[in-house]
């Protein structure tokens, strides 16, 4: 009986601590249970009350990395009641975020994780994306576990979209040699499938090349008043030599001397053979440019009247001279032009309807070219096209010409196969269908994609 009432003294000593953990409490309860059982008449004697049921546990006071959770009874019939009238359990001791370190929970002082933060937007709003929240380490900076955690978000399939038309080719984006060439796109209205970028290879030419010897001067264009000399050379090894393949130099810079007047050629034959005619002789003015008097000189043939019968009437008769035109170069020698007109009915007028009369201005002055113009954008692709590019002469005449062209993306041109169908519409109505086709490039080096969506489908639902 001893040992009894000493180990009841040492429950109600161990609860009245409250040192139990549950398990402890469960198996004091038990005890208690037993002896009451057997000693009934001592534990009547020693109390008067009784504990009701335990209450349900409250909530545990945190979601992870270790809460509390309580529950109490409440002492009946009597004032007092053998034992406690509340209880405390751990609970949510998992850690925070990732799984506990080798499969047990691990405290490490008196750190404790904060609440999470909300979830960050989705990355994407089709197609599969993320979401990141985090939370801060309270009271202590060596909380186990992670700081941010992430999760998959709006992963369901995003609706097809369609490309717009291909941007023009940018430049070739070398000088010599091979480049590069890009274009893009935009899809509008969803996923589109293919890229939005395309690259292809474009040819400049070989770098490098060298010139080979000056040919000699070609001969002077004009034997006084200045002239032209041109020489040539031409780039081997390569085409992009650096330099002009062309040369002009001014020659026969001289004033032109006044010329002498060859003989006068026979008259031609006479326009008419009665009624009055006309007839032509010419000369040639030689050893200058600026001969006086004219080059042509007409007289008056076959003057006695026609034959009676022949029905013909002739009252025709030249008009008036016109003035003499300006002269026809504003620098050294050129020509005047006066005109004039047959009128009336009959034989032909007698003589010229144009006279010209040597006209002299100011030596010419050897003018300036501007700089080239930008070269023309190239007028094919591949196969071979041109580029043209200009100048203009300023302040007199200058030697050489106003213009050049040269060959441009001389590269083969190789045919893709025609598109072919692969695969069905994704769709088999409204305004967003699409299928796949495909082509082959029988060589591998044909420009622009092999792979292409193309619209399908695209009626009223």
Do not use: Y
């Not at 009986?1 to 409250?18: D, K, P, Q, Y």
């Not at 060439?181 to 939005?196: D, K, S």
């Not at 050294?332 to 034989?347: L, M, P, Q, S």
């Not at 002469?393 to 010409?401: L, P």
């Amino acid at each position: 009986m001893g040992l009894l009432v000493a180990s009841f003294v040492l429950l109600l000593t161990i609860h009245s601590l409250h040192l139990c953990s549950a398990e402890d409490s469960a198996s004091i309860n038990r005890l208690g249970e037993a002896l009451d059982g057997r000693f009934g008449d001592l534990t009547a004697k020693t109390t008067n009350g009784q504990f009701g049921p335990w209450s349900a546990f409250t909530a545990c006071s945190r979601s992870c990395g270790g809460g509390t959770k309580k529950r109490t009874r409440i002492c009946q019939h009597g004032k007092t009641c053998l034992g406690p009238t509340h209880e405390q359990q751990t609970c949510n001791a998992h850690l925070c975020g990732s799984a506990a370190l080798g499969g047990s929970t691990i405290l490490r002082g008196n750190s404790r994780w904060n609440e999470w933060a909300d979830w960050t937007a989705c990355t994407k709003t089709c197609g599969g994306g993320e979401q990141t929240r985090f939370r801060s380490c309270l009271a202590g900076a060596s909380c186990l576990g992670a700081k941010n955690e992430e999760r998959k978000c709006n992963t369901g399939s995003c609706p097809f979209g369609s490309w717009n038309q291909w941007t023009a080719w940018t430049v070739c984006d070398a000088a010599c040699g091979t480049g590069q060439q890009r274009r893009t796109r935009l899809c509008i209205g969803g996923n589109c499938a293919g890229n939005n970028n395309e690259v292809r290879h474009c040819s400049r030419g070989t770098c490098g090349g060298d010139w080979n010897e000056w040919s000699a001067f070609s001969p002077c264009d004009k034997t006084c008043g200045g002239g032209k000399e041109i020489r040539r050379r031409v780039c081997t090894g390569g085409s992009n030599c650096v330099g002009n393949g062309e040369e002009v130099r001014v020659c026969n810079s001289q004033p032109c001397s006044r010329g002498q007047w060859s003989n006068w050629s026979a008259f031609v034959a006479c326009t008419r053979t009665c009624g009055g005619g006309s007839q032509i002789r010419r000369r040639t003015c030689t050893g200058g440019s600026a001969c006086p008097g004219n080059v042509d000189e007409s007289r008056t043939c076959n003057s006695q009247s026609c034959p009676k019968g022949m029905g013909f009437r002739n009252d025709a008769s030249w008009s008036t001279w016109t003035p003499f035109s300006p002269c026809s170069v504003t620098c050294g020698t050129g020509f005047e032009t006066r005109k004039r007109n047959c009128v009336g009915i009959g034989a032909p007028c007698p003589g010229l309807d144009k006279e010209q009369r040597p006209c002299n201005r100011p030596p010419c002055s050897i003018g300036k070219w501007t700089s080239w113009t930008a070269w023309t954008p190239c007028t094919q692709s591949c196969n071979g096209g041109n580029q043209r590019r200009s100048r203009v002469c300023q302040g007199g005449v200058c030697v050489g010409d106003n213009n050049e062209a040269r060959k441009c993306n001389v590269q083969s041109c190789t045919v893709w196969s025609t598109w072919r169908d692969v695969g069905v519409c994704s769709r088999t109505c409204g305004q967003s269908g699409v299928k796949r086709r495909t082509r082959v490039c029988p060589s591998g080096t044909c420009v622009g994609p092999a792979e292409d969506f193309i619209a399908c489908n695209r009626v009223p639902c």
